[in-house]
């Protein structure tokens, strides 16, 4: 319906979608308006009973796969029709705010109350879905969910994967489970999709900046993780001198000045961050005999990634002595491209909402690019305050929320009945 609000878009409630937003908040909230709801955590649990709870009032099926993937399932028509797909995740950062994954949550299961409202029939089931460990906070790699439905990643490789005290995945995701509402399935993850759009906000300031308020994702760049350990020696840090001394944070530090400066671009595409560091025994009179560190690098060209991966190794080589030191990729996930197909939908969608919107590729990785590599598959943004994300002071307003959340309806519906 060229230039009409569709009735099931019109059935989105912004107010029921704010406050389940600011339900979800409560789960692991924080003292400055954020949430720290790491992957796993009883937090987590907590957030996925909540989701079940009220899939489970609307009389929407709620089932989890063996990597813990949680989806909720409006029925359509035809039994035999492939599902189309929306959703993102309720993992946190350590200091997250309360809109960054579980927007894309709350959205897709709005639209599945919207349609149920407007007592829409698809022809095609349609399944909300929170993706486990999107992050990659707590477990790499992050987008593990997604990775692993996608077959990405390999399901046992990923269940064996240790947090940073030493826990392992295969436990926690035991544990967050034990409650929920749907008994962990054996068997590979994965189904057939006949599609996938995922909404999110924008984690960036473009948006705001030119007063759109939708964004049009054509594009996620690419994105490479890397661990680097140095070993160095114990000494007192009285008595040792410094010819004597193999300082595991002193090399560290020269690694890692090396390799800010080797990835400083003068367009300011290519992202670099050291985003953790350990340093052990972590005693301050002990030189310190180990230090670890995590880069996370992205751009849009995987060969310029590979240009630098070539200059990060390189550096961990010349400049670590006396300490022997190593890095390590984690992650590697090439550029994403999204489906014209659907992309010109969210648009449409968008100018029949008579919303302004622009298009634009995303900075923030989404569990969104792996599902890319099994259907068509399209990304929906919307403004978040001063594009701060990653931040407890994460914020976003009720109205963008839902008029994000009315264009996913009408692509959905589109999908759903081709
Ligand atoms: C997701 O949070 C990302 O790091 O892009
Ligand atoms: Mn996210
Ligand atoms: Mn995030």
Redesign the pocket.
Same mark, same amino acid.
């Given at each position: 319906m060229n230039g009409a609000t569709h009735a099931s878009s019109g059935a989105v409630k912004e107010d029921r979608l704010w406050q389940r937003h600011a339900d979800m908040a409560k789960l692991g909230g924080t003292p400055k308006g954020g949430v720290n709801r790491q992957a796993l955590s009883p937090e987590d649990a907590a957030a996925r009973n909540l989701l079940a709870s009220w899939a489970k009032a609307r009389g929407f099926s709620v089932s989890t796969d063996a990597i813990g993937n949680l989806f909720v399932r409006r029925e359509g028509t035809d039994a035999h029709a492939d599902p189309v797909m929306s959703g993102s995740h309720m993992d946190s &950062?350590p200091t997250g705010g309360r809109f $960054? %994954?579980m927007y894309g949550v709350l959205a897709a299961f709005e639209a599945l109350e919207a349609l149920e409202d407007a007592k829409a029939k698809t022809k095609r089931p349609v399944i909300a879905v929170a993706w486990t460990n *999107? *992050? %990659?906070s707590r477990f790499q790699p %992050? @987008?593990m969910g997604s990775a692993v439905f996608a077959q990405r990643y390999e399901l046992d490789e990923m269940l064996q994967q240790k947090d940073w005290k030493g826990v392992v995945l295969k436990e926690a995701l035991a544990e967050t489970l034990k409650a929920a509402p749907a008994p962990m399935r054996t068997g590979l993850p994965g189904f057939a999709l006949a599609g996938y759009v995922e909404a999110h906000i924008e &984690?960036g300031p473009r948006l705001e900046n030119e007063k759109k308020t939708i964004g049009v994702v054509t594009a996620i760049q690419g994105?490479r993780r890397y661990i680097v350990t140095v070993d160095g020696e114990e000494a007192h840090a009285g008595t040792t001198p410094r010819a004597a001394r193999k300082d595991a944070y002193a090399a560290a530090t020269r690694i890692a000045s090396a390799m800010y400066e080797a990835t400083t671009d003068k367009d300011d595409t290519l992202r670099f961050t050291i985003g953790r560091v350990e340093v052990s025994p972590g005693s301050p009179n002990t030189v310190p005999g180990k230090a670890v560190f995590t880069i $996370?690098m992205r751009h849009p060209d995987n060969d310029v990634l590979a240009a630098h991966e070539k200059k990060l190794y390189d550096i961990v080589k010349s400049k670590a002595a006396p300490c022997p030191a190593s890095i390590e990729r984690v992650t590697n996930v090439p550029p994403t491209n999204f489906d014209t197909g659907v992309i010109d939908l969210v648009r449409d969608a968008a100018n029949n909402l008579k919303l302004t919107n622009m298009d634009m590729p995303s900075g @923030?990785?989404?569990d969104a690019m792996h599902i890319a590599t099994l259907c068509p598959a399209g990304m929906i943004f919307v403004p978040c305050e001063r594009g701060i994300s990653?931040n407890e002071i994460e914020n976003a307003t009720p109205s963008d929320l839902a008029a994000g959340t009315r264009v996913l309806v009408e692509v959905l519906e589109k999908l759903a009945n081709r």
């Open positions: &950062q $960054d %994954g *999107e *992050e %990659g %992050g @987008a &984690q994105s $996370d @923030a990785g989404h990653h």
